[in-house]
């Protein structure tokens, strides 16, 4: 059987059925109404103003490249600019091919390319160091945690360093959900409290931070990425098959073939949350050692680095004395997802 004309343009054939609405597209069609959609995400919730220096969160991975191309199409009508900063987190045989293919696109684009590193960012701590310190201490299972708070703080300071005036990262829908089940299985209310929005004001001196394709789904963003001829990597880090995402992620699989709506439902009950007072996180302060927010008296990322360097390697993320808890790598192994402060997705 043929297939069937474009629901819109009535013309070309019909390349896909939209996963979320089932209407018959071609590919062009599908790509305008993709960028049509973040562009209202981002309107709607103000989360760009004209004049914004953007830093894209740039991993090689699909979502941040195709964060990185729809902005760059909608950039002339927003009226910002842009700019990639790729964090290089020091994780042989998998970062160095990752950049790779961000200065593939930082060149075909156009776009100014920042690299920031761990190992000159945290006094030569990289990834693999890391990994090797917590080896053996039943600590190595958190490497993405670890990495994640890492992460976020490397992204400011790239961010900072381009002079940028808001951050952009490329979670997407299917992570936000993933990130809302984990915090449901940690009982984490105080992370569920703040993993709500598209994304957070910039509190504390921070830079505001949002995330444009937080209401696409994953397929839809592959998709996009093949309707577009994309070029992106998309291995997984060495460090991704041991984190408690992943089985967040097989989770929300069987959720969603009983219940389609199941990814969206999580995103959107996230921002609905309210909690009872008792429950609400204190308000945040300012870390005593870097200034960061910080809702203890280190940061995360300051705590993180003093436990590595007096080698007890711990993090105070998740609840109570436990201490240590397994945040996982976001979907194609971005680590863009990093919990506390503000416990939403990091990057
Ligand atoms: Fe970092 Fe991502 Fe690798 Fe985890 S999977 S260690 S978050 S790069
Ligand atoms: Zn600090």
């Not at 937080?214 to 041991?242: G, I, M, N, T, W």
Request: aromatic residues 4%.
């Amino acid at each position: 059987m043929p297939a069937p004309q474009c629901a819109t343009c009535h013309k070309a054939r019909a390349a896909l059925r939209r996963p979320r609405s089932g209407r018959a597209l071609c590919g062009a069609c599908f790509c305008a109404a993709f960028e049509a959609e973040v562009l209202h995400t981002v309107v709607a919730g103000r989360l760009l103003p004209s004049g914004a220096v953007v830093a894209v969160g740039a991993s090689g991975g699909k979502d941040s490249t195709v964060l990185a191309h729809v902005l760059q199409v909608l950039a002339p009508r927003l009226g910002i600019s842009l700019r990639l900063v790729a964090v290089d987190e020091g994780i042989g045989g998998y970062r160095d091919a990752a950049l790779a293919a961000v200065r593939r696109q930082a060149a075909r684009w156009e776009l100014p390319l920042t690299v920031v590193a761990y190992a000159d960012l945290f006094g030569g701590w990289t990834m693999d160091a890391v990994a090797r310190s917590t080896a053996g201490s039943g600590r190595s299972r958190a490497c993405c945690t670890f990495c994640g708070v890492l992460r976020r703080r490397a992204l400011e300071e790239g961010a900072r360093l381009v002079g940028a005036t808001h951050i952009v990262t490329g979670h997407n829908a299917d992570d936000m959900a993933e990130t809302v089940l984990m915090n449901f299985l940690r009982g984490d209310a105080a992370r569920l409290a703040r993993g709500g929005g598209l994304g957070s004001p910039g509190e504390g001196g921070a830079l505001p931070r949002c995330r444009p394709l937080q209401l696409a789904s994953q397929k839809e963003v592959v998709l996009y990425a093949h309707f577009r001829r994309l070029d992106y990597f998309s291995e997984e880090c060495v460090y991704a098959p041991e984190a408690f995402r992943g089985h967040a992620r097989h989770l929300l699989k069987l959720l969603e073939a009983a219940r389609p709506s199941a990814v969206l439902d999580l995103v959107h009950s996230a921002e609905r949350l309210a909690l009872a007072p008792a429950a609400r996180p204190p308000a945040p302060g300012a870390c005593s050692r870097c200034g960061a927010l910080a809702s203890r008296a280190l940061c995360q990322a300051c705590a993180l680095l003093d436990g590595l360097n007096r080698g007890r390697p711990r993090l105070a993320i998740g609840k109570g004395r436990r201490g240590l808890d397994e945040a996982g790598p976001p979907r194609d192994g971005e680590p863009e997802r990093a919990p506390a402060p503000d416990a939403v997705p990091a990057f």
